[in-house]
């Protein structure tokens, strides 16, 4: 009676081992991207990655993505474009015509981003990217391409439009505002720059100096003397992360006191924890905060997400917004997919072009161009070494502190 429970048993285990299999055969939907590992970018490209990679299992762990009835999982193949357009695009032709991978992820930046364009619309192959913020790359008529980020020359129209508005609080004539302004020779914050220029045209203001950060972004002292000479009201700086950290220990070093400071990148670049007293006051651009009302389905509200991954990745203090954006690009590809329930490149590029979502990231609606429109950037200021956002005032957390009064 044993031997035969034992047959009995061990039929029914063989009969049900290829069910249990069935169920876990799931295929593999791979992504390719080129993202800066080392060279100048790369703090913003570990920032992607792990974005990417935080998303990717968040998403597997759900089940992945199912169409015509069967479950896909995510998986991501990198290469380290070394912060160098001509590699990245190098790279991302490997991809394609080397490793047969069918549907791209973007690298960091607007630069990496503009090299390897060209290359993905040639071989039709459909990328989203959430770290290429430049204008110009929705103006040349690419058809593969999808960014969902505020384009560039939003990222400090806010901050004119603040410093105005506090101008005319003190009674003071907007247009007589002393702007100094110091950019990165790159195309991301050349338009960060045009977007300034636009803006602070409303207002008929003329900047006193508007200056180009060296090839190395290493010694900014000689525009900082006459940053303290002329006795700017607003200093502005885009560079990047190495630009960022440049600027933050230069001012702390010659004791820079400026009303408004502003600095995009603050978060990679580390200024906070690296140069504590220079940073505080400082405003930074952001695409996302983890106090913004957003949500969705998979990661919860933009606390959610903000908790959950620095539960998950603790090295991290602040999560910066390249993480959220990055990760928020995987579920407009889970997304397309589910819509296209295909596998076909053109199918799924079709799908992109109807992207339209409500994310933990912020709402993501893909215009003709390939663009975002719809979103926007907030200002958040250094207080206290945390970043509270303070402008526009219908979403400030937290009032500004003005004028910006660094303890050195």
């Known amino acids: ?133 430049s204008r110009s790359l929705f103006t040349q008529g690419y058809k593969y391409h999808f960014g969902i980020i505020a384009t560039s020359e939003k990222y400090l129209t806010p901050l004119i439009d603040m410093a105005a508005q506090l101008a005319k609080k003190d009674g003071k ?83 820079v006191q400026v009303p408004i400071i502003a600095v995009t990148h603050c978060e990679s670049a580390k200024i906070v924890s690296d140069f504590p007293k220079a940073s505080e006051g400082m405003i930074c651009p952001t695409q996302w905060d983890e106090t913004m009302k957003a949500s969705d389905k998979t990661f919860g509200t933009a606390m959610d997400f903000n908790n959950e991954f620095k539960a998950a990745y603790p090295e991290y203090k602040v999560v910066p917004y390249n993480v959220a954006q990055a990760a928020a690009a995987i579920i407009v590809w889970r997304d397309a997919f589910n819509r296209a329930q295909s596998l076909d490149q053109e199918k799924v590029r079709e799908a992109l072009t109807g992207t339209d979502l409500k994310t933990f990231y912020g709402g993501i609606k893909i215009a003709p161009d390939g663009s975002n429109p719809g979103k926007d950037v907030v200002l958040r200021q250094i207080q206290g070494g945390q970043y509270k956002v303070v402008w526009p005032e219908d979403v400030a957390a937290a009032q500004l502190e003005y004028p910006r009064s660094a303890q050195y």
Request: with cysteine; proline share 4%; glycine share 8%.
């Open 1 to 133: 009676m044993l031997k035969r429970a034992g047959l009995l048993a061990a039929a029914l285990s063989l009969c049900a081992a290829p069910i249990a299999a069935h169920a876990e055969d799931c295929g593999t939907i791979q992504l390719g991207a080129a993202v800066s590992m080392t060279g100048i970018y790369a703090a913003n490209g570990h920032n992607t990655r792990d974005g990417y990679d935080f998303a990717v299992k968040k998403i597997n762990s759900e089940g992945g993505v199912t169409i015509d009835g069967k479950c896909y999982k995510f998986e991501v193949k990198y290469y380290d474009d070394e912060s160098n357009p001509a590699r990245a695009a190098q790279l991302v032709e490997r991809l394609i015509d080397q490793d047969k991978i069918q549907f791209m992820l973007g690298p960091y930046g607007s630069p990496l981003t503009k090299a390897i364009l060209p290359v993905t619309e040639k071989y039709k192959t459909p990328v989203v990217q959430a770290e290429a913020a």
């Open 173 to 255: 004539d907007p247009s007589k505002l002393k702007i100094a302004m110091i950019y990165q020779d790159d195309v991301f914050s050349m338009d960060v720059r045009q977007g300034v220029m636009d803006e602070v045209k409303k207002y008929n203001i003329t900047p006193i100096l508007d200056d180009r950060m060296p090839k190395d972004l290493n010694d900014i002292t000689g525009f900082l003397t006459k940053v303290k000479a002329l006795k700017a009201d607003v200093l502005i700086v885009s560079g990047h992360e190495k630009g960022a950290a440049t600027a933050a220990r230069q001012m702390g070093d010659m004791r």
